[in-house]
């Protein structure tokens, strides 16, 4: 019986979002209901669904990022890599972003993310699948970072000291 209420409830959301938009929803899985409410931008109905059919937070968030992917909506997808609320933690949502930009055929968009991820051997993972072997092996030589972000400090160090000494030099 609950089934059946639910399978009635979801038919008339389609409905109701079919009518509203003139897309073919009828007969589609929740998932893929929620996921053209996001294509189409009504947050508001795929919320809605998301909490009248108790969508798992991580499932509704990995099928923003899929519908953020393919509108090629970067910066919606920059605002969700900094949500907490359904994303895995640091570096393997950050790495779920990697994957749909590079999906998408978007390297540049990728590197935003990945320029964010603390993991050296990550973030190599991340360049070789974006296509960028130069970008994983130096990724691959830096040191682990010890919690402190010792590693990005002694990178920006030995930066700094470059920029530097190519002033001094061309004094």
Same mark, same amino acid.
């Given at each position: 019986?609950?089934?059946?209420?639910?399978?009635?409830?979801?038919?008339?959301?389609?409905?109701?979002?079919?009518?509203?938009?003139?897309?073919?929803?009828?007969?589609?899985?929740?998932?893929?209901?929620?996921?053209?409410?996001?294509?189409?931008?009504?947050?508001?109905?795929?919320?809605?669904?998301?909490?009248?059919?108790?969508?798992?937070?991580?499932?509704?968030?990995?099928?923003?990022?899929?519908?953020?992917?393919?509108?090629?909506?970067?910066? $919606?997808?920059? @605002?969700?890599?900094? =949500?907490? +609320?359904? &994303? !895995?933690?640091?570096?393997?949502?950050? #790495?779920?972003?990697? /994957?749909?930009?590079?999906?998408?055929?978007?390297?540049?968009?990728?590197?935003?993310?990945?320029?964010?991820?603390?993991?050296?051997?990550?973030?190599?993972?991340?360049?070789?699948?974006? $296509?960028?072997? @130069?970008?994983?092996? =130096?990724? +691959?030589? &830096? !040191?682990?970072?010890?919690?402190?972000? #010792?590693?990005?400090? /002694?990178?920006?160090?030995?930066?700094?000291?470059?920029?530097?000494?190519?002033?001094?030099?061309?004094?």
């Amino acid at each position: 019986a609950k089934a059946c209420d639910e399978a009635a409830s979801l038919l008339s959301a389609q409905r109701e979002l079919e009518q509203a938009t003139g897309e073919r929803l009828i007969g589609t899985s929740l998932a893929e209901t929620v996921l053209s409410a996001l294509r189409l931008g009504n947050m508001k109905v795929a919320k809605r669904l998301q909490g009248d059919f108790k969508m798992g937070d991580k499932h509704f968030t990995w099928l923003r990022v899929r519908a953020l992917s393919e509108a090629r909506d970067w910066e $919606g997808m920059d @605002r969700l890599s900094r =949500e907490r +609320r359904g &994303m !895995p933690p640091g570096d393997v949502s950050l #790495s779920v972003l990697v /994957d749909a930009c590079a999906d998408a055929g978007a390297p540049d968009e990728a590197r935003r993310f990945i320029s964010r991820i603390t993991d050296p051997d990550k973030a190599a993972d991340a360049y070789e699948r974006i $296509g960028d072997a @130069r970008a994983a092996a =130096e990724a +691959r030589a &830096m !040191p682990a970072d010890s919690g402190g972000g #010792s590693a990005f400090l /002694d990178r920006f160090a030995a930066g700094m000291r470059a920029v530097r000494q190519g002033a001094q030099a061309s004094r």
